[in-house]
Nanobody, 126 residues
Framework: QLQLVESGGGLVQPGGSLRLSCAAS????????IGWFRQAPGKEREGVSC????????NYADSVKGRFTIARDNAKNTVTLQMNSLKPEDTAIYYC???????????????????WGQGTQVTVSS
């Protein structure tokens, strides 16, 4: 069974940075597209960024382009999301998820991801 564990969330002031990690247990990430999604209170879960298994395809939501960077380290079996210039509207629970296929990375749609972590809280507030 695919298990994903997110870490790195916390409380940060506006303009600050956080680095989230998604670690896999029981399987290797090498063959999977990995996505980061977030859900704010009262809102639907939305795609933030996705990366294909090779790392050759990445996708970012317009709201985070230029501020967030997704990367994968298959040797460490992790995918990271570097978040800079954080804004209060970035406050949400962040989830990582796994799926197969390059096209999935291009679309970065949550309905195409079947294995999810438990999430990590990110709060941006002064």
């Amino acid at each position: 069974q695919l298990q994903l564990v997110e870490s790195g969330g916390g409380l940060v002031q506006p303009g600050g940075s956080l680095r989230l990690s998604c670690a896999a247990s029981g399987f290797t990430l090498d063959y999977y597209t990995i996505g980061w999604f977030r859900q704010a209170p009262g809102k639907e879960r939305e795609g933030v960024s996705c990366i294909s298994s090779s790392g050759g395809v990445t996708n970012y939501a317009d709201s985070v382009k230029g501020r967030f960077t997704i990367a994968r380290d298959n040797a460490k079996n992790t995918v990271t999301l570097q978040m800079n210039s954080l804004k209060p509207e970035d406050t949400a629970i962040y989830y990582c998820a796994a799926a197969r296929g390059v096209v999935v990375a291009m679309r970065c749609a949550r309905t195409e991801f079947g294995s999810w972590g438990q999430g990590t809280q990110v709060t941006v507030s002064s």
